[in-house]
């Protein structure tokens, strides 16, 4: 993803800044989405599973490319949204954990993107990538506000505020990044979803996700210029539900 940003880029170096208007939206910088999901393995979601489980994530990928053998950079939520946010390894950006903080020289795509004259927004789920720990740079907006005691908000809270942002962006291109960390335990899925899967609510909670998924891809490509948008949807790890005797990240 920051090779496709670096490319938009170019002719834009030293010496080109002023004080002139943003760039209006053009084919050469059309509107980008990048959706994150929490803790959610490959073979529970389309393509590789039931579509009628994920339908979102099946119409997507039935219209776009599918990377099957792709592969996070770290098992845990900041290390590998710092390394999708950067294009660095663990050991290029710093953060190997949970609770530490990206240095402020590591260029993130996001301030590119401004740079560029996108309107930046992001909208984070979960506590770990809440702005403290130096993901929020070039985000004009980066939306990280959860219920008083909690540490995380469901799909759909997160998915009404960035519905909302859309809604006001106005009209220079978007840069939107939405994460959702429903499939981290504990498991607790919404109805009807955790009907749907009573003996198994982590994909309960991968189904809810889906279905706002599908709610955001449809307020997005229908916002200006959405005919021309750039989807990326990618997980951060997976969740080892017993394997290799991980029951967890």
Known sequence: FLAGALALSAGCGPGRES?????????????????????????????????????ALAALAA????FRQAYAT?????PSHASMLTGLYPGGHGLHENGRRLGDSVPIVSEELQRLGYAT??????????R?????????????????GRSERSARETTDRALAWLA???SRPRFLWVHYYDPHEPYDPPEPFRSRFPKDPYR??????DHELGRLLEA??????????????AADHGEGRGDHGEQLH
Do not use: H, K, N
Request: glycine share 10%.
């Open 121 to 130: 927004a992001a909208f984070v789920s979960g506590y770990p990538l809440e």
């Open 220 to 233: 997005f490509e229908a916002a200006p210029g959405g005919r021309a948008a750039r989807i990326v949807v």
């Open 168 to 170: 006001g962006s106005g």
């Open 74 to 78: 770290a098992p845990t939520t900041l």
């Open 19 to 55: 004080a002139s208007p943003p760039p209006t939206p053009s084919p050469l910088r059309p509107p980008l989405l990048l959706v994150t999901l929490d803790t959610t393995r490959a073979d529970l979601v389309a393509p590789e599973a039931d579509a009628s489980a994920t339908p």
């Open 63 to 66: 219209r776009g490319l599918s």
């Open 204 to 209: 309960g909670e991968i189904a809810a996700m």
């Open 132 to 148: 403290q720990f130096g993901l929020s740079r070039g985000f004009e907006v980066y939306d990280d506000a959860f219920a008083a």
